[in-house]
């Protein structure tokens, strides 16, 4: 079908807008950009699964955390345009993009042809280097943020290391794509932890890599619901 790689396109498109205009200090106009490109992950999955009706509970988690993920973008593109709220958007934001992440993970667990206790021990051991280097480089996170962060790192792991071992021992070519997102959604939050809460100089290009990052994550779970069997 011609009409998901197209779609995929144009989506991409304004997502390269989106951080195009971040970039150029539009801040309104990237934010309804961030919107349209949301819209384009929705569409992308219902039309996938439109034309392909062989998994329908994975289709609902993924599209649940679809639509989540559009709630963060909400969320964080309106913090844009009232930073007075900041704080408290970036925390609603957060948890929306938290929940949004729960549901990829239960995706990945629906298809998990058995058990096994490699995918949580891999996730801990990642989760527990990433929280003593938090600490190494000094990030500004006081001690209730700095728990909520480490439980929000686990989750992304565990949808690193569960889908990994869905790939492996199914071979599926979905799943592989889901990987790749699922890595790619993981990458980009580390980045933005980096661009919130360290004193770390030109942040727009941290900002250009972790929005390049999670936009081509967000496709690619959408178009998993397609390539799905």
Do not use: W
Not at 77 to 93: R, S, V, W
Not at 109 to 138: G, N, Q, R
């Amino acid at each position: 079908m011609v009409f998901i790689p197209v779609l995929s396109a144009i989506t991409a498109l304004f997502c390269g807008l989106t951080i195009y205009l971040r970039r150029s200090g539009k801040s309104f106009e990237g934010m309804v950009c961030k919107f349209f490109s949301s819209f384009g992950f929705m569409s992308i999955a219902f039309i996938g699964f439109s034309h392909n009706m062989q998994n329908p509970l994975y289709f609902t988690f993924v599209v649940f955390g679809l639509l989540f993920g559009l709630g963060g973008d909400v969320f964080l593109g309106i913090k844009e345009i009232a930073p007075k709220y900041k704080i408290k958007l970036i925390g609603i934001g957060t948890l929306s993009f938290l929940i949004c992440h729960i549901f990829y993970l239960l995706s990945f667990l629906e298809a998990l042809p058995s058990y096994s206790l490699i995918p949580v021990l891999v996730a801990l051991l990642f989760t527990a280097i990433c929280a003593i280097l938090m600490k190494v480089v000094k990030m500004q996170l006081k001690t209730p943020m700095y728990i909520g962060s480490v439980i929000y790192l686990f989750i992304l792991t565990l949808c690193v290391t569960v889908c990994g071992h869905v790939y492996v021992t199914s071979g599926s070519f979905s799943f592989l794509i889901a990987l790749l997102a699922s890595l790619l959604l993981l990458i980009s939050d580390m980045i933005l932890s980096f661009v919130y809460f360290t004193p770390v100089k030109r942040k727009n290009r941290l900002v250009t890599a972790e929005l390049a990052t999670y936009y081509a994550g967000q496709i690619l779970m959408a178009v998993t619901v397609y390539t799905m069997v």
